[in-house]
């Protein structure tokens, strides 16, 4: 079995004191480095090499989402693992773009925290049910924000979403219950509105900015 080589992040002694008291019961995990804030991880960072970077968001200073996006930028092999008491609005969001590929809370149990550094260490992505859900409501108010600044209208997204899905105009007329030439209307305005001549561009543009799924 390989050995995963750690590095705790976390302003609070305690915290890292704890973590490593859980990982050092077993074989699986070898703390090699802590570190008490954003600053001293990222220059501990290259000279412990840690496989995996336990990283809480807020400490004094440098927060963790911005440390993370640092050490990222310059180890794109090490991989973050978010540990936090934080899933509010945003943080799950900026952490996966800041290059994190965990996301866990600190309620998470010492078996379900450990799986998760396993599991992102094989290069795979694990986030923490509640983060999941989190994230979920924030790709919605990004796409809400983006018809927003394109002044697209509720129904106008709504006929967005299934020309996306392949639909015809026939299609989502029935889906919608309007009539076609109501649906060519719609499809017109998103084409101005957007700034593009096909569908196939729109469907293009509308993946690009989020504002489908």
């Not at 795979?124 to 790709?139: G, I, N, R, Y």
Request: no cysteine; net charge negative.
């Amino acid at each position: 079995m390989t050995t995963i080589k750690v590095m705790i992040v976390d302003d609070h002694s305690l915290v890292r004191e704890g973590l490593k008291a859980v990982f050092d019961q077993g074989k699986e995990i070898d703390v090699v480095g802590e570190a008490g804030s954003g600053e001293e991880a990222i220059e501990m960072v290259e000279s412990v090499k840690p496989d995996v970077i336990l990283m809480d968001i807020s400490m004094p200073g440098m927060n963790g989402i911005q440390a993370t996006k640092l050490i990222r930028e310059k180890n794109p092999e090490a991989k973050v693992v978010i540990l936090t008491m934080l899933d509010q609005e945003g943080y799950v969001y900026e952490a996966i773009k800041a290059g994190a590929t965990g996301y866990m809370l600190k309620s998470t149990s010492s078996d379900d925290l450990v799986n998760a550094i396993q599991t992102v260490h094989e290069g795979k992505a694990l986030l923490h049910p509640d983060a999941t859900a989190q994230l979920l409501k924030e790709f919605v108010t990004l796409a809400q924000n983006k018809a927003k600044d394109y002044g697209l209208s509720n129904r106008e997204m709504e006929v967005l979403q299934l020309l996306s899905e392949g639909n015809t105009n026939k299609e989502i007329a029935k889906a919608l219950w309007i009539s076609e030439q109501t649906v060519k209307t719609h499809v017109a305005h998103i084409f101005d509105k957007l700034g593009t001549s096909d569908r196939t561009e729109t469907v293009a543009r509308a993946l690009r900015d989020g504002l489908v799924t």
